[in-house]
Structures are given as C-alpha cells and as structure tokens.
C-alpha cells in the first residue's frame, strides 16, 4: 500500500537522495508536499517529476518564483516559515526532516505534534530542543526514526524492548579531512578543504561539522534523546573507513554492528519504508577489497568541538542549545569566509562561557535562547572577522 510522503528540505543534499528512492519506487511512496530555502527552481523541478501536492520556499522572496515554475502544473504554492510548518501539518503518514539547522525545529515539531511518523535527519533539532520534542512525541504518538547513518545503525540493532540490557553504544565518527593534521596547520585551512569529506558527500554546514568534529558532538546529543540509556553509557570511536556506521555493546559483551557502504540511501530507505526493508541501489559492501578496518580514540585537544558538545550534553539545560546555535553562526561565518576555520570552536566556547543557561521545556524558551545565544555567537564573529 502506498504511503503519503513530506520531505522538508527536498533540495538538499538528503532531501535529493529521498526522492531518488521516490523515483526508483513507483507505487511506494505519494509525495504530499516538498518544500525548500529558496531554491524555486529546484523545488519545482522535483515536485513535478514526484506529482507533489504542495510545494514551498521559506524565502517569501522566492515565491513568484516558484508560482511561475509550477504554473500550469496544479501544484499548490507557498511561501514562508508559517508555509513549512504547514506542509508538516498536512496528513501524511512520513515527514522526512531534511532542513539544515534550528530552522527544522517548528515544522519538526509539527510533525510531532500531530502524531506522524517522522524520518529524522534534521539533528539540529534534537540537539536544541531534544526534550521539547521528545515530550510532544510522547503525547502524541509521533514514531521517531533516526536517519542519520550513525542513529539509523544504533536503532538496527538496538534492543528496543530491553534497553537495560545495553551497556554502549559506541558511535563511530570518519574523523574527517583534518584527522591527521597538526592543529597548527588547521589554522590556514579553507572551506573547500573543509568540505571534501574523504567518505560522505553532503551540504556544506555538515561537511563543516564533520571537519570540526562539532558533526559527533551534535550525533552524540542526538544519540542521547533517541535512545535514552544515559550519557555514561555513550562513546565515540574514529574509524576513517566508515563501514561500520556505529555498534551498541550488551551486558554480556556482545556487540552488534551495522555495516554498509557510505550511501545515504540506505539508511534514507531504512527510515522510509519502516518496518519493512527494500532493495536500495548501493554499492555493495566487499570487505575483502577494503581489507583493513581502521580504529582511534579521538583527540580532544586538536578537535575541542567534540569536547565542547561533550561538556554541553553533561551540563544540560540550555547547554546544547546554545552549543548549536554558536555553532550554525560560526559555521556560516567560516563558510562566508568572515572568520578562519580555528575560530569555530573560539566562537562556541566563548558563546557558551558568556550566555547564562535557562530552561528549554518549550518552544518558546528554546527559541528564545537560540536567539540570545546566536547574537552573543555574532558579536564573537565581529571581534575576530
Ligand atoms: P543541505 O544544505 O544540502 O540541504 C538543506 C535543505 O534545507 C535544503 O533543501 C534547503 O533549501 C533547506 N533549508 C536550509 N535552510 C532553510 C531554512 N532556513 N528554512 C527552510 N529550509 C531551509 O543539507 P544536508 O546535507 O542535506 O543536511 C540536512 C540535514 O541532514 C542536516 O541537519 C544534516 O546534519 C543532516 N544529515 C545530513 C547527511 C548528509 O549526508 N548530507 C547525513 C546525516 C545527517
Ligand atoms: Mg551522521
């Protein structure tokens, strides 16, 4: 039986590989909305090829945009961050969160609100408001999956019915492009450096994230709202080959692992059709031509942003929410070419020493901290620009 789908953010670099298992699916799937930043062109090339109901831009500049590109197609057209949570809103039985950053946070949780199943790549999200939405799927019913290759593994072979009876779970980062690079040298590094992942091909702010490390400290909180076992009981293991996406250790010393080539789209399909699995066109994983599996413990001292997330999730409160939001500020900043790549975890630790926490157990409260930890995380980016 068909499926009603809404990916928000279906320009991006998820959101593509989504609806390329859309199309290799006829039947599976029936795309009720799509929606993107600005890119109406985009948005409206894809919401014809998949038969999309409704489409929109969260740029309300790019609206005549869009309404020119869909003209004579019947597909709806709208614009604005109201629009988005809209489309989230609409029935629908899967809403993939495929936005980058807060920006997720509203329409996520509309999803969540109205008892949807929700694909979550969006981790942004669960890092700044982890218990506003795992509160609101409570009482609602929403289903969380987790897209994320990392989460998506963990909850492959997690035992959801006996969660006491694990001991670990063990994430593993790629270490990315810097990982054998003296910080000293990180300091004259650009943002084309930053972002030729030696493994993944993604957007931009996530390539960054994988450079820093910041990418793990955010996966790190997420794994810590998706299976609550408690923050002792979450680790990090470097493995450059990312074939093992991450593994969760039992009382007695089992682990369990989910391996597979670095396709988005396996762990997409996984959360897409749930619980059923479907082929996907993979490269298949041949162990024997890879040869040798690789593993380190992570350096701290060379990648503080793992640290910073480290001591944000332990602190809790409006800790990772602030981490966050410094962290989208500095990102953009290195990504505009305002400051250099070291200044990343500058901006965050000195954002998160100077913005007092509050508390996060709503929307609102979580906006409002954002909001003063993003001007804070701007005012760090002057002083250094
Ligand atoms: P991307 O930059 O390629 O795409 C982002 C999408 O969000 C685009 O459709 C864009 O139009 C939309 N968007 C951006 N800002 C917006 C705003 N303010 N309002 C509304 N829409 C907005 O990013 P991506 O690499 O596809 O990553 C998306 C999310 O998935 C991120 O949270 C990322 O951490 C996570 N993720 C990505 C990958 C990957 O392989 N790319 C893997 C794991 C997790
Ligand atoms: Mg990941």
Not at 293 to 307: H, I, N, S, T, Y
Not at 311 to 329: T, Y
Request: net charge negative; hydrophobic share 50%.
């Amino acid at each position: 039986m068909s499926k009603s789908l809404t990916i928000l953010g279906a320009t991006g670099s998820v959101g593509r590989q989504a609806l390329d298992l859309v199309a290799r699916n006829p039947g599976r799937w029936q795309v009720e909305a799509l929606t993107a930043n600005s890119d109406a062109q985009g948005l409206a090339d894809a919401a014809r090829a998949c038969g999309a109901k409704f489409a929109v831009v969260g740029d309300p500049s790019a609206y005549d945009a869009l309404k020119t590109a869909l003209a004579g197609s019947g597909i709806e057209a709208a614009a604005g961050a109201e629009a988005i949570c809209e489309a989230a809103r609409r029935p629908g039985d899967i809403v993939l969160t495929a936005i980058v950053g807060a920006a997720g946070l509203a329409p996520t949780l509309a999803a969540v609100e109205r008892g949807a199943t929700l694909a979550i790549a969006n981790k942004e999200t669960l890092v700044c408001a982890g218990p506003v939405v795992s509160a609101a799927a409570k009482a609602s019913g929403a289903t969380l999956l987790p897209v994320d290759s990392e989460h998506n593994a963990v909850f492959q072979v997690f035992d959801h019915a006996r969660p006491d009876r694990v001991s670990r779970i063990i994430l593993t980062a790629s270490g990315g492009p810097f990982r054998t690079m003296a910080r000293a040298d990180m300091a004259r590094v650009t943002v084309a450096d930053a972002c030729k992942h030696p493994i993944w091909s993604m957007g931009a702010k996530i390539s960054v994230d994988s450079a820093t490390l910041m990418n793990k400290g955010l996966e790190l909180i997420e794994a810590h709202h998706l299976f609550p076992v408690g923050i002792e009981r979450l680790d990090v293991i470097v493995h450059p080959q990312s074939v093992v996406h991450s593994m969760v250790e039992y009382v007695d010393g089992s682990v369990l692992a989910q391996l597979g080539t670095p396709d988005m789209r396996i762990p997409l399909a996984y959360a897409m059709a749930w619980p059923e699995r479907i082929a996907t066109p993979a490269a298949r994983l041949d162990l024997a031509s890879i040869a040798k599996l690789e593993f380190e413990a992570p350096d701290f001292e060379r990648f503080p942003c793992l640290q910073l997330a480290w001591d944000a999730l332990r602190a809790d409160g409006s800790a990772p929410c602030i981490l966050n939001a410094a962290n989208e500020i500095a990102v953009a900043a290195f990504i505009s070419g305002q400051v250099s790549f070291l200044d990343i975890d500058a901006i965050v630790a000195a954002t998160l020493a100077r913005v007092a926490s509050g508390p996060v157990g709503s929307l609102n409260e979580v906006v409002e901290i954002d909001g003063i930890a993003r001007a804070e995380a701007r005012a760090q980016v002057l002083k250094r620009a």
